[in-house]
């Protein structure tokens, strides 16, 4: 009941009342039969769709990589890779642009596709580095190339984290906002856009309750095939600790390594070009930007210097993740649970729990003020707004990481446990926890970095007496000044510093597996 | 309640709280656009009790809405009642800020553009950078100075000679700015920004005077205010000598009251333009989509 309470309070409500708002206006019709919307339909699950696939395929090779392999520097790679997914997206259209100085359909599609590689190389990584290694061995040594070996064995058996993680890239990339905005040259709108400039600028809200009821229906449609796509595939997996899995590459693997080594570097190509328009001045090289980051911007663009914001930044994401693994670790349990039991209830709230990833952040913002209003102490300018926020998000990504794992776990293990006279809890700790340890870890650090970067209903909801360092950043890039620009990327730079240190630091919280089962 | 621009010099406002005994708490909400539709969707029970950003693009919206409360402010004769939106005195103006051409003089050459009509010439080919209205406050701006200046029958033939010129459309104003503009980054020399952007650049750029559309910002004591008396009291602060005194450094905009002296970079690099265009609220607010969609069909069509 608690993640179903919480998704009720903090974004049925609010969607609900805001959307229902533009309903009772009317003109909702002239709205569905308009040609454009449906073309706006058309080309927002176009380019959703396309950067969907160029994440799975680019995140695939570094999935293996960080399951699989024993090489050095992984843990740089496992940073690096996370590096992207919190840069905000005003920054990351500009280093684009600098490519393709006009904007068009492929940028957008790369751009989308650079900030959500690390949800595939993550998702699948964390399922593939605890799948047994001895069917795929097999499969070899009864004649099956690695080709065909790949294809029969291991691909079945990832196909669930895989669909998982294109469900997740596949909503982020539907409601991508600044990417599309920056990138579409003007030209290119989504559904996301459009939502966002007819419910601020045009105070259309029934054109915009038309669009998000689309917008709310493409989702579910495709959560919906999704979710097809995925029941006749989960099976028991031989669950095994990576320590034991992990191999030097050989032979053909290293093409494998290499294709990983190549995504890096292109994901690290528009971060190298931040840092060095964070160093770089019309007069040379400077630090200035840096040094910026400790005052309140050039006379006082902001409310609270750089570091403050970036303090801010990590309390808030904290407390976002702790709510968001409360309810998404509950939920995942619980969805297991029903699961077991073969009902069809689970797949609904499955569903359910990943709608928010695909409303309109600006749908939910508006929604809160017609809505928090009516909990204790007038909830629309609480600072505990933003962390509830920003765990709505998070949330949908714990769930889809964790639950693949504790799917995966083997029932006889579980039974035989029971059976040897273990009460559920004990089931749970003794079983379920050690194998899906290192994914519920992962997980939290995923969650953690993407409450860092999250920026659309952040800005919406932050005070500004005590912004996050995304706001701060988009706040220096719409002032003049080449101070503020610079202190801009500067603080991009800090902000992605901040996210290898956090990564590297969860790396380090192993928790203890469990032998050979 | 605020737009996100919204900034005040901490020892202005710690005088003004411990003079009056008011404790005030900012809450900022986006844009000017943002801003109007949140007070509007909270009217019946408002967050705040006083709100600042309104601009005049919005102002009819807001008024039609009832969302303020009549308020006649002493301060109100000191300047500001020059730029007021309707008789109503339920928004006092606080600040002018001027969206006009910016120039890049060392990548021109010494062959500046003077006016509206100086960038449809082949002389100014491919230099233009300007933001798209439906996405961007200048970039709306822009288009209503060209439609005061050439009329509601003229303004298409003018776009499209500019479109014939080469001029470069891009969503939002940190683009045109930082990536597109010559000063920045880019290689247009000509870019939509404001009036006030030159006295951030250290002379190094300047804006067109002729090329201006005059956008104002208002505050009013919101009618569901919990505490109108102290409302009514902040709004004196916003419109009185110490608080106009630091909104040109603090806000890259110009006050509203008479007299108040500009920073020195502001009278040599960003003087306020003395004839800008401008459209009534009432027309724009009528308008402003039929023009954007005009537009967007002639120029990006």
Known sequence: ?517 | MTHDSFVVKPEVLEEFQKSSGITVKQIASGDAGELTNKLVLTKANPIGDVAFGVDSTFASRALSEGVFAEYASPEASKGAARYKADDTNRLQAVDVGDVCLNIDPAKLGGVEPKSYDDLADPKFKDKLVVENPATSSPGLAFLLGTIAKYGENGWQEYWTKLKANGVKVVSGWEEAYNQEFSATKGDRPIVVSYASSPSAEGGKTKAVLDTCYRQVEYAGVLSGAKNSEDAKKVLDFLLGEKFQAQVAEQMYVYPSREGVALPESWAKDAPLPPNPQTLPADKVKDNREAWVEQWRKLVQG
């Open chain 1, 1 to 517: 009941m608690l993640p179903l309470a919480f998704l009720g309070l903090f974004f049925a409500w609010p969607v609900l009342a805001i959307v229902s708002l533009g309903l009772r206006e009317g003109g909702v019709a002239s709205v569905l039969v308009d040609g454009d919307t449906w073309e706006l339909v058309g080309f927002t699950l176009g380019q959703a769709l396309a950067s969907t696939v160029v994440a799975v395929v680019a995140g695939m090779p570094l999935a293996f990589v960080l399951a699989r392999c024993r090489i050095r520097g992984l843990g740089v790679i496992r940073a690096a890779v996370m590096v992207p997914f919190v840069l905000p997206t005003v920054v990351v259209g500009l280093a684009f642009r600098t490519f393709w100085p006009d904007g068009g359909v492929l940028p957008i599609v790369l751009a989308n596709a650079f900030f959500n590689v690390a949800v595939v190389a993550r998702t699948v990584g964390g399922l593939w580095a605890h799948t047994d290694r001895r069917a795929e061995d097999a499969a070899r040594a009864l004649g099956a190339s690695r080709p065909r070996a790949f294809l029969s064995v291991v691909l079945p058996a990832l196909a669930p984290a895989i669909g998982s993680a294109a469900a997740v890239v596949f909503l982020f990339c539907a409601t991508s906002f600044g990417v599309v905005l920056v990138l579409g040259g003007s030209r290119y709108r989504t559904l996301e856009t459009e939502i966002y400039l007819r419910t601020v600028e045009l105070f259309d809200l029934s054109g915009a309750a038309a669009l998000s009821l689309l917008q709310f229906l493409a989702v579910l449609a495709v959560l919906v095939l999704g979710a097809l796509a995925r029941r006749r595939r989960e099976t028991a997996l031989a669950l095994r600790d990576r320590e034991e899995l992990a191999r030097r590459p050989s032979g053909g693997e290293w093409y494998v390594v290499f294709a990983a080594f190549a995504v890096v570097a292109a994901l690290l190509t528009p971060v190298v070009g931040l840092v060095t328009r964070s160093l770089s001045t019309r007069d040379g090289w400077s630090l200035a930007g840096y040094v910026a980051l400790n005052t309140r911007g050039d006379r006082g663009t902001l409310a609270v210097t750089g570091i403050d914001a970036a303090v801010n930044s990590l309390r808030t994401a904290f407390d976002a993740t702790l709510v968001a693994l409360v309810v998404g670790v509950f939920s995942a349990v619980v969805l297991v649970g029903l699961r077991r039991s073969g009902s069809r209830v689970s797949e609904v709230l499955d569903t359910a729990l990943m709608l928010p990833l695909g409303v309109s952040a600006v749908t939910v913002g508006f929604g809160y003020l017609i809505t928090m209003d009516a909990l204790p102490g007038d909830f629309r300018t609480s600072p505990m707004l933003v962390p509830l926020a920003q765990a709505l998000v998070v949330t949908p990504l714990i769930v889809r990481m964790v639950l693949p794992v504790l799917r995966a776990v083997d029932e006889r293990l579980r039974q035989a446990a029971a059976t040897l006279g273990a009460s559920p809890l004990r089931v749970w700790r003794e079983v379920d926890l050690p194998l899906a340890g290192r994914s519920l870890v992962a997980a939290a650090g995923f969650g953690y970095v993407v409450a860092l970067g999250e920026f659309g209903a952040t800005s919406f909801l932050a005070r500004p007496d005590a912004p996050t360092l995304p706001v701060v950043i988009a706040r220096l890039m719409s002032r003049p000044g080449e101070l503020n620009s610079q202190m801009a990327y500067a603080a991009c730079a800090l902000l992605m510093v901040v996210t290898v240190g956090c990564v590297l630091l969860i790396e380090r919280l192993r928790v203890p597996s469990s032998g050979e089962f």
